[in-house]
């Protein structure tokens, strides 16, 4: 009873028009050079050409890998990182490239789960950027330190810019989280490169949109996301949902989130661990506020008339029509602007859990739900390096009081020596463990600093001499 219609996405020259009127219109108020109309030219040119190869150099893994690929969403994830440019601090163009070159990174490669894949897609980009940009440095384009944030001065900052040294985003992040210690349970975290790296993908997603975050357990996924919505202003709710736990409990407790949000003006980041899948259809009001939309039978009639009736002042304030759906989809729009769902899951972990296998695994969970993909940013967290532990490692044994003969010594070197061989044992278990367990999570802070002062005390007992 259906006459089904089928849509492609716009060909070259219709994404080229679409980009091309976005871009030019935001660069009106820049500099000259940035505000010529051949300079947004080629860069709209350049992420076409980037979009299409990336598509084509990922349609395999893509089979396997439903966050993979490349579709008009990574294109506009480019552009949403673009239009954050402020004509006070972008002057020259070799800045603004380098902010291309930077949202088309975290467009295209933070998704991708593999250093091949991460370094095949660095070089496709740099060989686009020699052909359209042949007149700019490259170095400029590319520098030692390609990372925007709002942060890239102090919390305080607002604007979006490259951050210049990695010493003073690791003070501001390292400020950011004593502040947070100081009013929430603590974390205690190591803040290594590659963690405070992948902070700044998280805010950047957060500011603009759902986060599907993927990576080992263990890893520090929910750390980071509590912390990156601490720097954004964001509250973090979550729901610990048992074995015994119904859908329409989950969906009562998701939809009082909800209300928070588009009734009480809250700004808040929902989070979603794979421990709380307990049931597949937990995923469905999730789905409904993250895919665009009337999200149909979120909300019966007599809910709608609720909020209707609380919101009918300040709807009609804004021009919505008086009556109970129009006001009902100006509440929806309310929350899908100030409501951020943060999804953490381990792909490893939910193809290995019985009731997750039952449902499909990832690939077949996305490909029901594929709002859960196409409407979020996608960041994946790798595990820890052997650098990122012997950091961590080195921390936790430096808290640890040394055997009383290498304390009252005075010999620094030896307390060193003492320090270090502590470090290399921890960071040669966890290697040898993981090479027996593939995905063994690092060891946390706790049983670091723990089994330091365990492995410290036997050697006071059997001869503190010889530590």
Not at 86 to 93: H, S
Not at 213 to 228: D, E, F, I, N
Not at 359 to 364: C, Q
């Amino acid at each position: 009873h259906f006459f089904p219609i089928a849509m492609d996405q716009p060909g070259t020259e219709g994404l080229q028009q679409i980009f091309s009127t976005v871009l030019k219109s935001h660069l009106r108020s820049f500099s000259p050079t940035l505000r010529d109309e051949s300079f947004a030219g080629k860069i709209v040119s350049a992420s076409i050409e980037l979009s299409q190869r990336t598509a084509l150099l990922f349609m395999r893994a893509g089979v396997e890998r439903s966050h993979y690929g490349s579709n008009l969403r990574n294109l506009v994830w480019v552009y949403k990182g673009l239009l954050l440019a402020e004509p006070r601090l972008f002057v020259e163009p070799s800045s603004f490239l380098s902010l291309w070159a930077h949202e088309s990174l975290r467009s295209y490669s933070d998704p991708l789960v593999s250093d091949a894949d991460r370094e095949a897609f660095s070089r496709l980009l740099r060989d686009v950027s020699k052909r359209y940009f042949k007149e700019v440095e490259q170095h400029d384009i590319f520098p030692d330190t390609h990372i925007f944030c709002q942060y890239w001065q102090s919390l305080e900052e607002v604007s979006y810019f490259r951050v210049e040294q990695r010493a003073e985003l690791m003070a501001t992040v390292s400020e950011a989280l004593d502040t947070y210690n100081e009013s929430h349970a603590r974390m205690n975290l190591v803040l290594f490169d590659s963690l405070v790296s992948h902070l700044t993908r998280l805010t950047r997603i957060l500011k603009m949109s759902h986060l599907l975050l993927l990576g080992p357990p263990g890893c520090g996924k929910q750390s980071a996301v509590r912390l990156a919505c601490f720097i954004l202003n964001l509250s973090v709710e979550e729901v610990h949902p048992d074995r015994e736990f119904t859908t329409a409990a989950f969906t009562s407790s998701f939809k009082q989130v909800m209300n928070r949000v588009g009734i009480q003006d809250e700004k808040v980041a929902f989070l979603f661990p794979d421990t709380s899948l307990v049931d597949e259809r937990f995923l469905i009001p999730l789905h409904a506020v993250m895919s665009p939309g009337d999200a149909c039978g979120l909300m019966d009639h007599q809910e709608k008339l609720e909020i209707a009736a609380v919101l009918h002042d300040v709807a009609l304030a804004e021009g919505c029509a008086d009556q109970p759906e129009a006001i009902f989809r100006f509440f929806l729009e309310k929350v899908r602007a100030s409501l951020r769902i943060v999804l953490s899951l381990s792909p490893l972990v939910l193809n290995a859990r019985p009731e997750a296998r039952a449902l499909g695994g990832l690939r077949s969970l996305t490909a029901r739900l594929p709002g859960l993909v196409h409407c979020s940013g996608v960041n994946v967290m790798e595990r820890w390096s052997e650098a990122s532990i012997k950091a961590i490692a080195t921390r936790e044994v430096r808290k640890v009081e040394l055997s009383t003969s290498l304390s009252t010594s005075g010999d620094e070197r030896r307390q060193e020596e003492a320090i270090q061989a502590l470090v290399s044992f921890f960071c040669f278990s966890f290697s040898a463990a993981r090479q027996h367990a593939r995905d063994a999570p690092p060891p946390s802070n706790e049983v670091l600093g723990a089994s330091a002062a365990a492995e410290n005390s036997s050697r006071q007992g059997g001869g503190g001499q010889n530590a």
